[in-house]
């Protein structure tokens, strides 16, 4: 079945550490997205990247950063340098002709200690 | 930029009884939209989309939404709700380049509990 994998679902991590959140998609889209959702806050933008090797900041990429090396894999550092870590944090994919429609993952809850 | 605003927080309906919940966007261009439904510690589960057309959208699960262009609106409806559809629901609006969707705006949520 095509979908999109993240792993794992809790994470938990000492403040001062960074921390690496993995998302794979076998759905073959270009495109990949990071959001953040805090409770009563909706989901915000971290960072995307429509095409391997090339990514953009969103809303909210300070203390974050991010890798594509592979089309299926898109990766997110929370550095220790993210002040409020502590989220619950979903990747999404699409096609880049899809005019915003995404596919999102199951989510990683991330608490920070 | 772009903006969306869900006012309820929070609404409560009886199984059975019809529901509308509201959802206002600000964007420059012709908006694409969406909603969004997620359940607790879930991800987010596509309902329907407007892109161009007919303004009365069909989605899954028996939703509708209507996009109102002079009234910046985009509200989902449902004839008669069933107690699984109690869920938080989230309206959104595409930013785009010309390379292709740079990422959705969320409104905040409104929180959906069904009483039996």
């Known amino acids: 079945d095509g979908g999109i994998t993240q792993s794992p679902k809790y994470l938990f991590r000492k403040e001062g550490q960074n921390v690496t959140l993995s998302c794979e998609q076998n759905l073959n889209h270009d495109a990949m997205y990071w959001y953040r959702q805090d409770p009563g806050q909706g989901l915000r933008l971290i960072y995307y990247?429509?095409?391997?090797?090339?990514?953009q900041k969103g809303d909210i990429a300070e203390g974050y950063s991010v890798s594509r090396e592979k089309k299926e894999s898109f990766p997110l550092t929370v550095t220790s340098a993210q002040k409020n870590p502590t989220a619950f944090y979903l990747c999404?994919?699409?096609?880049?002709?899809?005019?915003?429609?995404?596919?999102f993952g199951p989510g990683t809850r991330l608490t920070v200690t | 930029a772009q903006s969306v605003t869900q006012p309820d927080i929070h609404i409560t309906v009886s199984e059975g009884a019809s529901l509308e919940l509201r959802c206002n966007y600000s964007?420059?261009?012709?908006?694409?939209l969406f909603w969004y439904v997620q359940s607790p510690g879930q991800g987010l589960q596509l309902l329907l989309k407007?892109?161009?057309?007919?303004?009365l959208v069909q989605g899954i699960k028996g939703f509708e939404a209507e996009f109102k262009r002079s009234q910046s609106s985009f509200n989902l409806r449902k004839p008669s709700v069933h107690w699984s559809d109690a869920a938080e629901y989230f309206c959104a609006v595409a930013s785009y380049s010309g390379g292709g969707a740079d990422g959705l705006t969320f409104g905040k949520g409104t929180h959906l509990i069904i009483q039996p």
């Open positions: 407007y892109f161009s057309g007919d303004t």
């Open positions: 999404a994919s699409s096609i880049v002709t899809a005019m915003g429609e995404q596919y």
């Open positions: 964007y420059g261009a012709t908006p694409y």
């Open positions: 990247s429509q095409i391997v090797n090339d990514f």
